[in-house]
């Protein structure tokens, strides 16, 4: 022990050192099997450093992997907010009895696995004829409403019904007041939903694995799972720079929105 | 710019009614002031005159035309908010121009009219700020340009002044007295505040439960007030009322006694027709409670001593008096009651005439 409480003492540094270590190596893993075109997938400094491993990971089946990423993360994104703004303003808005209620029933259904509902999702999805990637935007819209209501509700109710009423009497559409008036003085509320939304479905693996019958509709997620073990051997270098490129756009949409998110968590802490 | 007319005016939420049969008639470039206690009705009054509350009987006109059925825009009038209820997330400019851009008006047109309120309200130097880098008296000046750029017929007004500090309230006060004289716009103003509907009203319409408890000027409100709650509310210090036996009030003096008639209950003088007076000649004797210094009087808070209003219970019964030379608290006062003023009233509160 150390009389100065501001040095640790020689054993905690060390404890403290091993469990950093422990933190990063595994992304000290991706980032040097990534760079290093010989990778044999053990954690050392790269024999040599060249960006052939990136440039397959983005070429090919693994490109169009990465465009169904995307295509089911903006999508899920999109729709979620969407439905939830329409539903949310209202919920803020009418005088319907119990809805408090309702949101929180709503919110323990998806508290529930969502494992437990994957056999009637999907055969409603096959009876739908959506068993594809659209499918899968609508399912993981479906599990992502109650949340994103809850919030959005939370965010409108702090938009004073004075604004609103000063914009009706000054002639404006119930449409022109949310485009104009509410959406825009929400757009923190929004960004912290359409973020949640799009990082959770990039990240979504079970719905697709599920849903998605062909290899050509698989998103990285699958297209990672898949990639271990091809053609016998594992290819390291490839499957590091396959998970680098998979976990860029989570990064950079946090960063893109994290300047809402600040106010957006700042706005929820205000209404409880 | 349009009269107003409100006839049989009703409004209930579920069963209960909050407006009563209101009707009253506004003269076109009017100024005219609700004004009443919280809960009263005022507000909801103006929000039905605006349509931003569903009427449930009798019919509102402006300018001739019943508008019951009309959504608020389609009304031609202009409302200012309490809250200002500026559009946080637009500039000053904007906020002005929102309505007028709504109404596909050519952009030179906007600009001109926005510029022409922002002349008007000195709120030139402001026009590219946003809200809520403004004062709070700038803010309001913002919500009343919003309203001049759409030269609406009738201006409504919900207690625009009552977020804002004493100083600015005065000021602002001002400002919209010199407006109306400028538009000559027919203005409806809803206000707690006796001053300001003192000051700002061509015709003041005192509600109480809904109901409208007079029409008037100001001054007819001040000098004839139809009823004990008119003549409580209006005027800047509340009316003192002494209850009488048997129509009469006895004085001090041994024998003498102000009569006013069998059905009087009540007699209501306000504090400033009240004088200080050498007790051998007072109508009433007090012994000061408390003072209140305004500067340019003081308020004095008596309990009377005078054996015959001590009152039946121990309660001792408080009147205030507006004096101009100062007096210490403690020492009793001879007061004399300025015949011309007094307000007699009966059993239900009503004035009897003199």
């Known amino acids: 022990m150390s009389d100065n409480p501001d040095h640790p003492s020689r054993a905690m540094a060390i404890a403290l050192a091993f469990l950093a270590v422990i933190w990063v190596s595994p992304f000290a893993w991706l980032v040097s099997n990534a760079v290093d075109p010989l990778a044999g997938g053990q954690l050392r400094l790269p024999a040599a450093i060249g960006p052939d491993n990136f440039i397959r990971a983005m070429s ?46 709503l919110v323990l259904l998806r508290m529930l ?61 119930l449409l022109t007041i949310l485009r104009r008036i509410v959406l825009p003085m929400s757009r923190a509320g929004l960004a912290v939903v359409w973020f949640f939304s799009f990082t959770g479905a990039w990240n979504e693996f079970m719905f697709p694995l599920l849903f998605s019958r062909t290899t050509s509709a698989f998103p990285m997620s699958i297209g990672l799972y898949s990639a271990f073990g091809r053609q016998g051997a594992i290819d390291y270098g490839y499957l590091a720079a396959f998970s680098i490129i998979y976990a860029a756009p989570a990064i950079a949409v946090y960063f893109m929105l994290r300047r809402n998110m600040n106010t957006g968590f700042a706005g929820v802490g205000v209404k409880g | 710019m349009a009269d107003l007319e409100l006839r049989g005016v009703e409004k209930s939420f579920g069963g209960m009614t909050v407006i009563n049969g209101v009707d009253l008639s506004v003269g076109d470039g009017e100024f005219v002031v609700f004004v009443g206690p919280s809960g009263c009705g005022k507000s909801t009054l103006l929000r039905m005159i605006a349509g931003l509350e569903h009427i449930t009987g009798g019919e509102i006109a402006i300018g001739g035309r019943v508008v019951n059925r009309l959504s608020a825009p389609e009304r031609g009038i202009a409302m200012v908010f ?9 500039s000053v400019r904007q906020n002005m121009s929102f309505g007028l851009e709504l109404q596909r008006r050519p952009k030179a047109e906007i600009a001109r009219k926005v510029q022409n309120a922002a002349d008007i309200l000195q709120l030139g130097p402001y026009l590219d700020r946003m809200p809520k880098a403004l004062s709070g008296g700038q803010r309001q000046r913002v919500a009343i340009g919003r ?9 409504l007004f919900d207690e625009p002044l009552s977020n804002l500090d004493a100083a600015l309230r005065g000021q602002t006060r001002l400002e919209i007295a010199r407006l109306h004289a400028r538009l000559g716009a027919t203005m409806i ?28 000027t100001p001054l007819e409100l001040y000098r004839k ?16 009322f002494l209850p009488l036996t048997d129509g009469a009030l006895p004085l001090a003096r041994e024998g003498a006694s102000v009569e006013l008639g069998a059905q009087a209950v009540m007699l209501g003088i306000r504090p400033e027709h009240l004088r200080l007076a050498p007790q051998p000649e007072a109508d009433l004797l007090g012994r000061v409670d408390v003072i209140e210094e305004f500067g340019e009087f003081s308020l004095l808070h008596l309990e009377l001593v005078s054996a015959s209003h001590a009152g039946a219970g121990s309660q001792p019964r408080l009147i205030t008096v507006k004096v101009e030379r100062p007096v210490a608290a403690g020492e009793t006062v001879g007061l004399t009651i300025e015949r011309d003023h007094i307000h007699a009233f009966d059993a239900s509160g009503r004035v009897l005439a003199a």
Not at chain 1, 149 to 170: G, Q, R, S, W
Not at chain 2, 82 to 90: E, G, I, R, T
Not at chain 2, 225 to 240: D, E, S
């Open chain 1, 60 to 105: 090919g089946s693994a490109a169009e992997q990465f465009r169904n990423s995307l295509f089911i993360a903006a999508g899920t994104a999109t729709l979620t907010l969407i439905v939830a703004s329409g539903a949310a303003y209202a919920l803020s808005r009418l005088r319907v009895p119990g809805r408090n209620a309702f949101l929180w029933s």
């Open chain 1, 113 to 173: 696995p969502p494992t437990g509902i994957l056999v009637p999702i999907y055969f409603a999805a096959q009876r739908a004829g959506i068993l594809n990637n659209t499918g899968v935007i609508v399912a993981l819209t479906v599990l992502n409403l109650p949340f994103a209501m809850l919030l959005l509700k939370n965010f409108f109710d702090t938009v004073p019904i004075e604004l609103e009423e000063a914009a009706h009497v000054e002639g404006a559409s």
């Open chain 2, 82 to 90: 309490q809250s200002y209820a500026l559009y946080p997330h637009m």
């Open chain 2, 147 to 155: 309203a001049i750029v759409r030269e609406p017929e009738v201006f």
């Open chain 2, 189 to 216: 103003y809803v206000t707690h505040d006796q001053t300001e509907a003192m000051t700002l009203a061509d015709r003041i319409v005192v509600l109480n439960a809904g109901r409208i408890e007079q029409v008037g």
């Open chain 2, 225 to 240: 007030p139809v009823n004990a709650f008119v003549a409580g509310f209006i005027g800047g210090q509340t009316m003192n």
